[in-house]
């Protein structure tokens, strides 16, 4: 990845597979500098009972952090006293807002020593803007990065996106992929050890996340659980659930690969039993929310393939817009539905998703209600 050059991906799809995407945005900090594990690595309730540690930590020792986007200072936090120490939290640090497809970015960079920009100021892509540290929460000196899309609030639900799949040293990749049914905190291993030395020492194994904390949630273009960055080109293997998930990926400098991608997806599918239509989340939603449900397999169900709708629908019981209608293959599915795109914006108020699966005189119909709030 060239230095100071943003990529950008364009994505107009309401869901898809995706094999391999580049990076969005720059790294804060030089490539020199490790990370610590992977996303939510050895810390996955930082809080104790209060919650994930929802960021990634480079360790950078008192030495310069640079803007990862164009974009502007939104906030500027630098407390009073001997250098600038909080007792507890980021300490000193600086929330920066940006663009990218069409979205929201929040960009906090926090524990830091010195402030080069201040609220309101603007800021360009590598510019030096603070000096990393030791205040607030840490464990010693080093930048704690968080993106929150569409929502700074530090408890709005399904938010927090992984660093590790926005930017990369330069000549590495990533790997994301989604266990199913996997628990909160399910251990991800990764072999052999995808992290080039130096700097790093070994990382072998990551968490799946967004569940329990809820402020943490899959990438929209992703819809993974786990991921591991700054993985050096190679192939891997990838095991969960005592093998039951267990992925080959090969990963070349620059990509982002999704494993599921890269072997028969019949293992998944004959683990799914019945059909199921998830809860959408979040819920209520302001436009957009995610809506997931299942397909079983031949063997349970005796048939392959499936003509499958998703609509939605308002509290009359009239059609608002079919999010899917077409033949489907047993497995796992995610849609989005943004609501600000059906005729100029919906108006506030109940709505009902109704998935319905047509497959060789078989038809199963499940309704769910949601509710979109401005």
């Known amino acids: 990845m060239n230095r100071k050059t943003l990529l950008y991906i364009a994505v107009f799809a309401f869901y898809s597979i995706v094999h391999s995407q580049t990076f969005r945005i720059e790294r804060p900090v030089p490539d020199s500098i490790e990370t610590q594990g992977n996303y939510l690595y050895g810390e996955p309730w930082f809080w104790g009972s209060g919650g994930a540690h929802r960021g990634l930590d480079m360790w950078i020792v008192y030495d310069t952090v640079y803007s990862a986007m164009d974009g502007y200072v939104e906030f500027a936090a630098y407390t009073p006293g001997e250098d600038g120490y909080e007792p507890d939290g980021f300490g000193n640090y600086l929330r920066t807002r940006s663009s990218w497809n069409n979205n929201t970015l929040y960009i906090y960079y926090a524990h830091l020593s010195k402030l080069l920009v201040d609220t309101g100021d603007n800021i360009v892509v590598g510019q030096p803007i603070a000096i990393s540290g030791n205040t607030g929460n840490t464990t010693g000196p080093h930048l704690h990065f968080e993106i929150r899309e569409n929502n700074s609030y530090y408890l709005a639900e399904r938010t927090r996106r992984n660093p590790e799949l926005w930017f990369a040293m330069e000549g590495m990749g990533a790997i994301y992929g989604r266990v199913p049914n996997a628990e909160d905190n399910t ?188």
């Open 187 to 374: 251990r991800v291993d990764i072999s052999p050890d995808p992290k080039p030395r130096p700097p790093y020492t070994t990382f072998s194994y990551g968490l799946t996340y967004g569940f329990y904390d809820k402020t943490i949630g899959s990438d929209d273009i992703y819809k993974e659980n786990y991921a591991f960055g700054d993985v050096k080109p190679g192939t891997y293997t990838i095991t969960a659930l005592n093998g039951d998930y267990t992925r080959t990926v090969t990963v070349h400098a620059g990509e982002i690969v999704n494993a599921d991608h890269a072997v028969d997806m019949n293992d998944i599918q004959q683990k799914i039993t019945e059909f199921k239509l998830g809860q959408n989340y979040p819920n209520p939603f302001n436009p957009s929310t995610t809506i997931e449900y299942s397909i079983p397999n031949i063997e349970t169900h005796g048939y392959a393939s499936q003509l499958i709708q998703l609509k939605i629908y308002d509290i009359l019981g009239q059609e608002v817009t079919t999010l899917v209608n077409k033949q489907q293959q047993p497995g796992n599915y995610t849609v989005n539905f943004n609501a600000s795109s059906i005729n100029g914006g919906l108006p506030s108020g109940v709505y009902f998703y109704r998935l319905i699966v047509n497959g060789e005189g078989k038809i199963f119909i499940e309704t769910k209600k949601m509710i979109l709030l401005e």
